[in-house]
Each structure stands twice: as C-alpha cells, then as structure tokens.
C-alpha cells in the first residue's frame, strides 16, 4: 500500500459534482516510481484540448524527467523549500504562454493569454488526477535562472512549475509538511460567487 491510499479526503462540495474536483489536491510527498516520457506527454495532451480564446492556444510547457539534463535545469531554478521536496517528483513540467499572436505580420497583444494557460493547466492536474499521480504547481522559483536555462522565447511569460508523480514516501518529507500532507478546503460558494455581484 502506497502513503497516499491512506489519506483521507475530509472535503465536501456545497452542491452536487464530481468526485473527481473535491479528490484532487496538491501533496509534496513522491515515492522513487519514475515515469516513462509517454507517461508525461499524456499530461501534455490533456492540456492542449483546453479551452481557449479565438483558437490561440497560447500555452507551453516544457518537461524534465528525473535524473536527465533538462529536469536539473528545472530543479536548478526552485526556491530552496521548493526544491527540497519537488527534485524528488518524477517530472518537473514549466508552464508558460505566449503573450502575443502574429497578425497582419504584427505581433498582436492577448489579453486572455494567462486565463486560458490556466485552463490548460487545470486539464493536466486532472489528467494526472485519472491516471493515479499527483501534480503539485509552484511559483517559488528564479524567473532569469528558470528563463535562462530553458532558453525562453521573447514574448512567453512563465507561470509556475508543476511537480508530478507517484504520491507517497510522506514519512521522509519534514515533519511541518507531512502535517501539511492533507487536501486542503476551500472558501465556501457564497464567499466567492454572487447573483448580479461580486462579493
């Protein structure tokens, strides 16, 4: 039995969804299971059919599987709480966008770049959701290191870094976070969503 069967999921939704929304959530804890680049790019496919404004699909990502060049490159740019606990995921997956679209020979402005990159990234946290792994975003990272080191194109604005793999090994996390190990609630619907107003 793997660390995380035994979590328990304390969560419960105000009106009736998908048991899938309520059971995903964000854990730091990883056993030593690799995963295959096929495995990843699965993740990556789920992404790409999110929804997205005039057909821009302005996301982008770009992957590293532990133990390769591109993976250290990644893990090279987390703050050091960060990489503590993330170089010990499978993958490490970048999440970026493209801020602007080529029209009429000009590059054009998308105001709705971040909106729709976040789309696509709450398609691949589900996709690992189906397929028994976790995927934890962080923002806690060097942007000229991260830029940097995956040479990134003029005009891509990052956006986080997602650690992904096998939940588990939470005893070999430090003791703050393994209380921490635990999906975590949400503001109540009323505090969030108003009739004819914002709240």
Known sequence: MTAHTAIKNTRTADHPI??????????RGFTAKSLTEREVLALLEAARWAPSSS???????????????AFTKIADSLVPFNRSWAEKAAALIVVASRSTVTKDGAEVFVPTHVFDTGAAWGYLALQAHHAGLVAHAMAGYDASVLAANLNLPEGYQLHAIVAVGEHGDIEKLP?????REVPSDRFALEKIAGHGKFV
């Open 18 to 27: 998908h048991a899938q929304f309520t059971s995903r959530f964000s854990p």
């Open 55 to 69: 057909n821009n699909q302005p996301w982008r990502f770009a992957y590293g599987l532990r133990g390769d060049d």
């Open 175 to 179: 003791e703050v976070l393994q209380a």
